[in-house]
């Protein structure tokens, strides 16, 4: 296992496996101005299908995550990983959209 991308500011961390290049393990942290998930860290798993990118990765978070988005089981319910999908979208775009998945909530809450 390598760490094989980190974002500047540290906000989140892409693993991957030595055996498996459909799997990627990503660790997010959250920031929210209204303080629910703000510096929470979470895990997250993309699995990629044999058509990507052409197919949307299926991604899930492995720490519970409490938020209207997501079930219990950890699918997140987020439109560029159904319908609005496209081929551009890589691992640092999806993970950014699940950050401001998160931070919308508070978005509502002080906008």
């Known amino acids: 296992m390598f760490i094989c991308w980190a974002s500047s500011s540290g906000n989140a961390v892409v693993i991957l496996h030595e055996r498996n ?3 990627i393990h990503a660790q ?3 920031f929210c101005m209204c303080q629910v998930y703000d510096g929470l860290s ?12 052409y197919k949307a990765p299926t991604v899930k978070f492995e720490t519970p995550c409490y938020h209207p988005n997501v079930d219990g089981s950890g699918n997140i ?3 560029i990983l159904k319908e609005k999908w496209s081929a551009l979208y890589d691992v640092r775009t999806i993970l950014l959209s699940v950050q401001s998945l998160l931070a919308g909530d508070c978005l ?4």
Do not use: I, M, Q
Request: with cysteine; net charge negative; charged share 20%.
């Open 108 to 111: 509502t809450v002080f906008g």
């Open 28 to 30: 997010l942290r959250a």
């Open 42 to 53: 979470y895990k997250l798993v993309l699995e990629f299908p044999s058509g990507y990118p």
């Open 77 to 79: 319910c987020l439109d």
């Open 21 to 23: 290049f459909t799997e």
